[in-house]
């Protein structure tokens, strides 16, 4: 079994050094609990909401930053994996990123590739490399965050790249159908899944905690109400690996992973027009 802890909290907005001092803290906290890895929320080291590309470049941080060395220095002396979001400058652009980090010191990095017209996202520029998953000692586990786990096809990608665990760091400021996206994302890729949510009010923005996590049969396993704390849940990843289920043997059997038929899926993943202004970051 694999001991995963989700973080629920309020970052302070463009305050990196105090958000990462406190995430460093629940990052001990979470070890001396018996957790393997420990996961916070979208942009947890600087807050979310800012109100320009100018002002999300002031209050971002950088993969080398001092922010970021501090974390890792947590989890070595912890001994556990953390994957901490965060928005992140790197020249004159803004990403919205999450970092999987571990005794050994970083282990990478994803960036957002759907983004929206809401709080830093407006402003950030789309990653532009698939989600990524990371073999870590305990499992394979597939990092996506917010907004992408809404497109079933992120999920998808990181499953059939070997993810048996989708965390999905988020920052959700409605909750409306999320209990059950994640069910289904993970009975649809018949992995474990986990979205962890901030909480508190960011500039008129309210964040209402709810983090879930659910097993590969699209069962809940956690649900979070909407006051900071952490929650922790046993996960035996191995059970991501059995795709094929058996109701009568040889008359009920089925396969969500084996019997997709991606020969025929070609229009998924027609290419948008770039001329077109569609979406709601380009129709601003």
Not at 46 to 63: C, D, H, K, P, Q
Not at 222 to 234: L, N, S, T
């Amino acid at each position: 079994m694999t001991t995963v802890c989700g973080v629920q909290f309020a970052p302070r907005l463009a305050e990196g050094r105090a958000n990462a001092d406190r995430i460093a803290e629940e990052i001990d906290g979470a070890a001396a609990g018996g957790a393997e890895l420990v996961v916070f929320p979208e942009a947890a080291l600087t807050g979310y909401v800012f109100r320009s590309l100018e002002e999300a470049l002031e209050g971002a941080i950088e993969a080398d930053g001092l922010e970021i060395a501090r974390l890792s220095d947590a989890c070595a002396a912890s001994g556990v994996h953390a994957v901490v979001g965060a928005i992140e400058r790197e020249g004159a652009d803004a990403f919205n990123s999450a970092f999987v980090l571990g005794p050994d010191g970083p282990v990478g990095r994803y960036r957002k590739i759907h983004t929206l017209c809401l709080g830093a996202d407006r402003f950030t520029r789309p990653g532009d490399a698939p989600p990524a998953v990371f073999r870590l000692p305990f499992g394979a586990v597939g990092v996506h965050i917010c907004y992408d786990g809404t497109f079933p096809e992120t999920a998808r990608l990181l499953r059939l790249a070997g993810a048996q665990l989708l965390v999905l760091p988020t920052n959700w400021p409605r909750l409306g159908l999320k209990r059950e996206m994640v069910r289904i994302r993970a009975y649809e890729n018949h992995a474990f899944y986990l979205a962890v949510n901030r909480v508190g009010s960011e500039r008129g923005v309210e964040f209402r905690g709810g983090s879930l996590a659910a097993d590969p049969e699209g069962m809940l396993l956690h649900e979070a109400g909407p006051d900071p704390g952490r929650f922790v849940v046993e996960m035996d990843l191995s059970r991501a690996d059995q795709t094929l289920e058996i109701v009568t043997p040889g008359e009920y059997e089925l396969d969500l992973i084996d019997d997709r038929r991606p020969e025929l899926y070609g229009g998924i993943t027609r290419a948008n027009d770039p001329a077109a202004r569609t979406g709601s970051r380009q129709s601003r």
